[in-house]
T-cell receptor, first 112, second 114 residues
Framework: SQKIEQNSEALNIQEGKTATLTCNYTNYSPAYLQWYRQDPGRGPVFLLLIRENEKEKRKERLKVTFDTTLKQSLFHITASQPADSATYLCARCLDSNYQLIWGAGTKLIIKP | KAGVTQTPRYLIKTRGQQVTLSCSPISGHRSVSWYQQTPGQGLQFLFEYFSETQRNKGNFPGRFSGRQFSNSRSEMNVSTLELGDSALYLC?????????????FGSGTQLSVL
C-alpha cells in the first residue's frame, strides 16, 4: 500500500531559526504532494503544492522540496515565528483518482 | 466568500445511537470529501461526492454513509455508534477535486461517543 510518514515527535525550534519538517513516502512517486497547516480544533489549511517534476517551490517564508530519489519532501519555514506553531500535514496524491493519502502530521513549536 | 461550514461543532452520543453531520461547501464547489481524524492518526478518507454522486469511498464499514444534495451540501451519517467512532470529522470542498486542486476544510465536528 502507498504510505506517507511524518515525524510524530514534536519539533521545537527557536524563534528566528529555520524549521524543517520531513515527509517520506513509500512505493511509487506521487504525482504531487500537498502541505497543510492545522491549528488545534480547526480544519487543515492549504499551504503549498509541489509537483513530481518540480524540485522546489516557494511562498514567502515557506519552501518545499521534492526528492524522488530519496522519496522525500522537506518543508522549510525560514525566520520562524511563534505564530508558526501548529501541526503541519503532508498529503500525497493517488495516481488514479486524485484522492489524497495523509501523513499524521508533525507538531511544530516555535519558542520565543 | 463564505468558507466551508460544518454543523454541529460538537456532539456527544452514546453507543448504539446514530448521528448525522452536515457540511455546506464553498459556493460553486461541487466536490465534497469527508475525513475522520483521530489523535496521532492522519486524516482517514471516508468518501467523496461530486454532483450528488459518490465517486470514491474509503475503507470504512457500511455504518458510515453519506449523501450530497443538488445544492452541493452534504451530510454524513454514522449508525450504531461505537466508542472507536469518537473523532474529529472533517469536511473538505473543492471545485471538482481534480488533479492539483487544493482542498478547503471546515472546522470539523468533534464527535464523542460514550
Amino acid at each position: 500500500s502507498q504510505k506517507i510518514e511524518q515525524n510524530s515527535e514534536a519539533l521545537n525550534i527557536q524563534e528566528g531559526k529555520t524549521a524543517t519538517l520531513t515527509c517520506n513516502y513509500t512505493n511509487y512517486s506521487p504525482a504531487y504532494l500537498q502541505w497543510y497547516r492545522q491549528d488545534p480544533g480547526r480544519g487543515p489549511v492549504f499551504l503549498l503544492l509541489i509537483r513530481e517534476n518540480e524540485k522546489e517551490k516557494r511562498k514567502e517564508r515557506l519552501k518545499v522540496t521534492f526528492d524522488t530519489t530519496l522519496k522525500q519532501s522537506l518543508f522549510h519555514i525560514t525566520a520562524s515565528q511563534p505564530a508558526d506553531s501548529a501541526t503541519y500535514l503532508c498529503a500525497r496524491c493517488l495516481d488514479s483518482n486524485y484522492q489524497l493519502i495523509w501523513g499524521a502530521g508533525t507538531k511544530l513549536i516555535i519558542k520565543p | 466568500k463564505a468558507g466551508v461550514t460544518q454543523t454541529p461543532r460538537y456532539l456527544i452520543k452514546t453507543r448504539g445511537q446514530q448521528v448525522t453531520l452536515s457540511c455546506s461547501p464553498i459556493s460553486g464547489h461541487r466536490s465534497v470529501s469527508w475525513y475522520q481524524q483521530t489523535p496521532g492518526q492522519g486524516l482517514q478518507f471516508l468518501f467523496e461526492y461530486f454532483s450528488e454522486t459518490q465517486r470514491n469511498k474509503g475503507n470504512f464499514p457500511g455504518r458510515f454513509s453519506g449523501r450530497q444534495f443538488s445544492n452541493s451540501r452534504s451530510e454524513m451519517n454514522v449508525s450504531t455508534l461505537e466508542l472507536g467512532d469518537s473523532a474529529l470529522y472533517l469536511c473538505a470542498s473543492s471545485l471538482t477535486n481534480g488533479q492539483y486542486e487544493k482542498l478547503f476544510f471546515g472546522s470539523g465536528t468533534q464527535l464523542s461517543v460514550l
